[in-house]
């Protein structure tokens, strides 16, 4: 039996009970105003409808009060219960809310994914979350009820926005690196008491490496997504498309050329454009010019480094101030470098650049400035600069007549463009374009014989496309016939084609005309060439496609004879 039991002094209705003993202490203030309600069967009652919510601080509610389970003491099978009155009532209540509400609340905080490190005012850890290990690889329940002087101390932290908090009595952001390495952005927050002073603070830690990867990751997507459209952009114009006027592009070598042409238009790197004369070299230096950005912002200056007298030159590249020889204008004048302002100067045949200029335009070239002749002040300038030439300038740098510096700053993107006799597919083409071209400026039809056609495919082209283009503008105006035949051509031509002329038959086709053509050159080519590899690169073209041209017009090589 529990008895002797010394009553506690609460400020409310309570008893004592056990489910066997059943009351074993009631307190006064119960028993002056609640005498009736303590019977056997209301206490049996009470512990059949709790046998499943013992142990928890919950309200029952029964027909005349409500009784609820606030905690069992130091006694077998016995509980404390207490009897509530309308005042205790909306207190338990009202707890019952809140412990719902940091039930939710812990919730948020736990599944957070930034860590949450919440310390009192000085600095003493109250809460945090399970995030804070993810992020520092330091499980949560280290940091609890430990200040964060001692975390700092031990390099667990390296920075507190806790104390700066405290002193500014604001929001702070701090960047640092965590225990692990990992750059973090901490953003400490003050919660005020009702004397507007800082009781706690809720830091929010969010680890921005992964942020860093994730925006690496979307940028390179972008920049392959990028060069993806640029491939599909490219493609779609084909394998034979006009690069620009005067230009047809079928040869592998040629498509690898302007392919190069594509990737460098809107690079500023000085460009070094190499081939024999008539090649097309300024073609290209148009097709780099046409399809940049400088196209909008500037003009297409060409200087003919070979064409203009030595003592000219420098005035004509640089400009020259007022009064600064006899002869000069007042106002002075600009040259072809402040002309070129904001696009691009295309220097033919740089080769031809006295040694002297070659001095000033390294010095243009490195402090991207100039100097007029007579002048005293200098002009920021920003162009782009092509330079051409059809010499070898290494053996001039060698040799002394090419000063070593400027050639390396001129061949930073080095194009070679092969000549017109290693790209064949091509000469054909470009002969009906220019021929097209000539019809429709001199208001004429005319069209050329299937041995004009043929001998045009077999001649070596010393001077290339300009060569072609010449002998073509030639033919179409000296001779009234529509139809162009070998006894139209110059006399130096006919001369060059006799051999081949007396091979023709009367009535060849251009297709028959090509492909004897072909064969010559095939059987010219595996004399000078020992393997099907070796070909294929002398004429500029894939050894499969070698091996199968041998092969169609019998031709055998010397090592497999």
């Known amino acids: 039996m529990l008895t002797g039991m010394k009553k506690p002094v609460l400020p409310f209705s309570y008893f004592i009970a056990s489910e066997t003993e059943r009351i074993v202490v009631v307190n006064d203030e119960l028993q002056k105003n609640l005498p009736t309600m303590l019977t056997d069967t209301y206490i049996t009652n009470i512990f059949k409808e709790w046998k499943e919510i013992r142990g928890g601080n919950l309200i029952q509610a029964s027909s005349e009060t409500k009784v609820f389970h606030f905690m069992p003491i130091q006694m077998e099978n016995a509980y404390t219960l207490y009897v509530s009155n309308p005042f205790i009532e909306e207190i338990l209540e009202e707890v019952v809310e809140l412990r719902k509400l940091n039930r939710n609340l812990d919730a948020i905080i736990e599944n957070s994914y930034d860590g949450i490190y919440i310390t009192d005012k000085d600095g003493v850890t109250l809460k945090t979350n399970s995030a804070i290990e993810r992020i520092t690889g330091i499980p949560k329940e280290y940091y609890l009820n430990r200040n964060v002087k001692d975390l700092m101390a031990r390099g667990i932290l390296k920075n507190s926005v806790t104390h700066k908090v405290v002193e500014k009595k604001r929001s702070i952001s701090l960047l640092q690196l965590n225990f692990h390495g990992r750059e ?33 990751a979307v940028s390179e997507a972008n920049a392959l997504n990028q060069s993806y459209r640029k491939e599909i952009e490219r493609l779609k114009k084909g394998t034979a498309r006009v690069a620009t006027k005067q230009t047809i592009v079928k040869s592998e070598g040629m498509k690898l050329i302007y392919e190069t042409a594509d990737r460098i238009v809107n690079v500023d790197a000085t460009v070094l454009i190499l081939g024999e004369t008539g090649v097309g070299k300024d073609v290209l230096a148009n097709y780099i010019y046409n399809h940049s950005v400088r196209r909008k912002t500037g003009k297409f200056v060409k200087v003919n480094c070979g064409a203009i007298p030595p003592n000219l030159l420098e005035s004509e590249l640089f400009g020259y101030a007022g009064g600064a020889f006899t002869g000069a204008k007042k106002q002075g004048k600009p040259g072809m470098f402040e002309v070129a302002d904001k696009g691009v100067l295309f220097l033919d045949e740089i080769g031809e650049l006295p040694l002297e200029l070659q001095v000033k335009l390294l010095r243009v070239i490195q402090e991207q400035e100039i100097q007029r002749v007579g002048g005293t002040t200098s002009t920021k300038i920003d ?22 510096d400027l050639y390396y700053r001129l061949n930073v993107v080095p194009i070679s463009i092969p000549p017109l006799r290693e790209r064949r597919e091509e000469i054909l083409p470009l002969s009906y374009m220019h021929l097209d071209e000539m019809n429709e400026k001199y208001g004429t039809t005319k069209k050329l014989s299937d041995e004009v056609k043929a001998f045009i495919y077999h001649h070596e082209w010393t001077g290339n496309v300009r060569e072609l283009f010449n002998l073509l503008e030639r033919i179409t105006l000296l001779n009234e016939e529509d139809i162009l035949g070998v006894e139209h051509l110059p006399k130096e031509y006919q001369m060059k084609n006799s051999s081949f002329e007396s091979n023709i038959p009367q009535q060849m086709t251009l297709k028959e005309a090509v492909e004897k053509a072909e064969k010559q050159v095939l059987e010219l080519a595996a004399q000078k060439c020992g393997t099907t590899y070796e070909i294929a690169k002398m004429l500029d073209t894939s050894q499969p496609t070698i091996v199968r041209r041998l092969k169609k017009y019998n031709i055998q090589l010397d090592e497999e004879a």
Request: aromatic letters at 4%.
């Open 184 to 216: 973090t952005l901490l953003t400490g927050n003050p919660v005020f008491d009702e004397h507007g002073e800082v009781e706690s603070i809720v830091t929010n830690i969010r680890d921005l490496s992964d942020l860093k990867e994730l925006q690496q």
């Open 383 to 404: 162009v782009r600069l092509i330079a051409a030439t059809n010499r070898d300038l290494k053996e001039m740098v060698d040799a002394g007549k090419f000063r070593e």
